[in-house]
């Protein structure tokens, strides 16, 4: 439907934002990563959109992200039954993308369900089961999630596992982030204008 929505920030709640384009005010839904990353009202957002229709009830929602890896864990986290579109927005608030795919690939969901509101241990192995394939070409290193995250852990290595969690390899990745520097989103953009 839409693809992104950018325009003026009128209002950020806890779960949800407000952006004014052409006159009409939409309220996104939105993980609390992304509603941290749009700044203050007044200024110009874009949020990458997913619509969420429930079908019980024929409400629509609209959720949106600063990042296309955010929004596309997003979808592939609905894509698993049983799971909701406030579950898997609770569970990008407190697991990164790179964190999410590294606990996929390593069987981890127990750190999924710790770090989830909502989200219980049945829920975290279903979602580790049934995604487990779209990861299957990256390569964790055998590690688990507390190894490789940790509060230390360094923007290149944050960087590339974003970069696998989108489909590349990790030589890829690694070429493509090459001279790359600043915040993990900035190398992970000069990473991609490479490998398109």
């Known amino acids: 439907m839409f693809y992104y929505i950018e325009g003026k920030l009128i209002l950020k709640a806890e779960d949800h934002a407000v952006i004014d384009c052409g006159g009409v005010g939409y309220k996104i839904y939105s993980t609390r990563t992304s509603l941290d990353d749009l700044g203050d009202a007044g200024t110009t957002v874009r949020l990458y959109t997913s619509l969420n229709i429930k079908t019980a009830s024929d409400i ?117 982030l090459n001279g790359a520097q600043g915040s993990v989103e900035d190398m992970v953009k000069h990473a991609l204008k490479q490998l398109i």
């Open 60 to 176: 629509f929602m609209l959720y949106g992200f600063t990042t296309l890896e955010e929004k596309n864990i997003f979808e592939m986290i609905l894509s698993v039954s049983g799971i909701g579109a406030k579950t898997a927005a609770s569970l990008l608030s407190n697991v990164s993308p790179s964190k999410f795919a590294l606990c996929v690939m390593s069987d981890d969901s127990a750190y999924l369900a710790k770090h989830t509101p909502g989200l219980g241990p049945k829920g975290a192995k279903r979602i580790v089961l049934e995604l487990k394939d779209k990861f299957k070409d990256v390569d964790p290193s055998g590690m688990t999630s507390e190894e490789i995250f940790t509060p230390d852990t360094d923007s290149d290595s944050e960087a590339v596992s974003a970069l696998m969690v989108l489909g590349y390899s990790r030589e890829e990745a690694q070429r493509a």
